[in-house]
């Protein structure tokens, strides 16, 4: 493995706090780019706002770093106006689920062919750990100092039902299977959508019991559940323990997709 | 010389469609200027739907009608709401079986719709027989141009019932107006 | 062999852009607009291009920066509510240098207001209406003819300066329909390319950085924040920011002799107008049925960057008057600029303002 190429080395030092979970996903994304043996010219990255998106920036490709929300909107635009280019697109939980509903849906809908791998940690990172659409109900933001009282959107859900032709989940743990996941997606025509559970410790670990980088990456470890056992426990009747979230693959079909590489 | 001419029927008797062909007949066939514009509403069918246009030997400056000299009357409440007010010196073509009543001005009956429902077999090419007599009575337009006209803006295979809906408003056009 | 057509200045609008070598259109239905996307949906399959529904005017015009940056020609249309959705990313293409061209056929607002009918009401908006500083160039079309011809234009000046253009039309131009003649094929300038040697976003003298669309190998890091020559984020430096919103400003404020595009007649007279857009021709009107008058007309075909040199050409004029279908958005541009008396003639509900009530507005001046 060799992303040392990808990476836009004369922008470092990075952004992100110490313990952030968004450079290992970072990592895994180049991997599995690296992995396909595409090349750089031919590959496009694109972003919303938010600390997910400050990743085409690291990366040496063109790049659209582009307004809150709207990245899959551009993403539409560069991959209808040239399918012979790559296009990954790096979201957040705020970016993707709030002010980028619409575009999501849509872009699920018309299964446009890019890989879009959204970092859920929760939070609205870059602005100081406000709650978002997949902050968990109790979970303690600065927007929800009572603990937050509105249901969180299960991301995975809404692609499948908006009809994107890959939808995982893994965690910034499971650094292999995260990355063979992106692979498959890559490979995928379509939308392949890559939720990757994360770990802000900054702004929602502090708030919440897990002050230290260790305390997050274990609940992430211990409250993911691989899709068969899950489905096994549902089947015998068997509880679901409070928290728990499924890994691995949720959804692969092969709906008419758009934009496909000619 | 300028001339403004506004249509108005119901939503669905091609009323648009008329003022699109005169225009056209005037701007690429007769070698003169025209203007067409409507007013856009839900008038997709029913309700009251307007179209009109300016035609002028030189160059339309101020491209919309304000006071209309000619104008083809095809429903109800088209005259009440676009015809009633017509000045004493304009001239009005009235599709006599859908419009009881009379304006103040020149008009001439035309009974386009039983016309085109009884003669033709189609009621949907009464906008042209209107037309046809439009051009009989008031020569807006040439009779070469207007049959141009109607010709590329009709749907392929129709060609000949219009031109029949056509010739038919010339006649009913000329008999109307010796009256 | 160019053809002749009775046609509708939103279709003739398309035809233009077609012509131009527009190959992406992402748009939203909006009266009074429509027409545009309609025939571009129709049209631009069959040449080569891709036309898309998007989910909404914010996802419009963020998709046809997205295909700007493919090096293709990209176009959205309009009308009131969609335009004022499509600010956030009008600033990004600004800020961004995105060539790209937007059409707003202006209706009555503010809001949903007149869906059918004709205004000039976002003449200030196209100029303002995305935060920050900034610069844009707006092209005032007044018949078919000109749907065309400066929808070409606007692809040109997009290109030529990187910049967002707009065409901003209103439902009275884009509705209604008369002769137009397209040529064969039209005169097209294409941004000028990035040179080797040259950073992504370093400008020469014109103050306008060459152009390397994605999939050149130049690898480009394109962003909103405020950004350094190699397009990397410098949020923080009050100098790079400086540097960089004074030179997105300038670029075409300083070229507004080159942008330049308007009509003198009667250079003369003492009574000017000063118009864009259809009520020109109401100006044209009066000035052609009062040949024995000295009526002076400054019509403008290109508003923004705004041509106050223009005024010049009237060195007698002792009033100017300003027929507007808003409430006198430009004439405070002019009053800027001269010293004479500026008389705005805001005309608002949709109609064009007639010669008599323009024969009215003189009456104080003669």
Sequence with gaps: MSTTEWRREDRLPHIYCSGCGNGTVINCTLAAVDEMGWKREETVFLSGIGCSSRAPGYINTDSLHTTHGRALAFATGVKLARPDLHVVVFTGDGDLAAIGGNHFIHACRRNLDVTVVCMNNQIYGMTGGQGSPTTPPGAISTTTPYGSSEPAFDLTELAIAAGANYVARWTSYHVKELTKAIVEGLQTPGLAFIEVRTQCPTNYGRSNKMREVSDMIEYLRSHAMLVPKYNRLIAEGKPIPEGTFTVGELIRRNRPAMGVRP | ?179 | MSRTEFMQGNVACAEGALAAGCRFFGGYPITPSTEIAETMARRLPKAGGVFISMEDELGSIAAVIGAAWTGARAMTATSGPGFSLMMENIGYAAMTETPCVIVNVQRGGPSTGQPTRAAQGDMLQCRFGSHGDYSTIALAPNSVQEMFDLTVKAFNLADRFRVPTFLMADEIIGHMRERITIPDRVEITRPAPLLEGKLPFEAGDDRVPGFAPFGSGRAIHVTGLTHDERGYPDTTDPEAHERLVRRLVAKVESARREIADYEVVNPDAGMVFVTYGAPSRTVQQVIHDHPDEEIGHLRLRAVWPFPEFALDEFPDATVFLMPEMNMGQISREVERHVGQPVVPIPKLGGDLHTPAELLRAMEAYR
């Design chain 2, 1 to 179: 010389m300028r001339h403004e001419i506004r249509f108005s029927g119901y939503g669905g008797q091609g009323i648009i469609l008329s003022s699109v062909i005169l225009g056209r007949a005037a701007a690429l066939y007769d070698n003169k200027y025209a203007v067409q514009t409507q007013v856009y509403g839900p008038e997709a069918r029913g309700g009251a739907s307007m179209g009109q246009v300016v035609i002028d030997d030189e160059p339309i400056l101020f491209p919309e009608v304000t006071d209309p000299d000619i104008y083809v009357i095809m429903s109800r409440q088209g005259f009440e709401k676009y015809g009633i007010r017509a000045r004493e010196d304009a001239f009005m073509l009235i599709d006599a079986d859908l419009v009881r009543s009379r304006p103040a001005c020149r008009y001439c009956e035309i009974p386009a719709t039983s016309e085109a429902k009884n003669t033709l077999g189609r009621e949907i090419v009464a906008n042209i027989v209107m037309i046809g007599a439009l051009v009989a009575t008031t020569g807006v337009v040439s009779r070469d141009a207007i049959e141009r006209a109607v010709l590329d803006s009709v749907p392929k295979g129709t060609e000949g019932l219009n031109q029949r809906a056509m010739k038919r408003g010339f006649e009913l056009g000329e008999r109307a107006c010796n009256q």
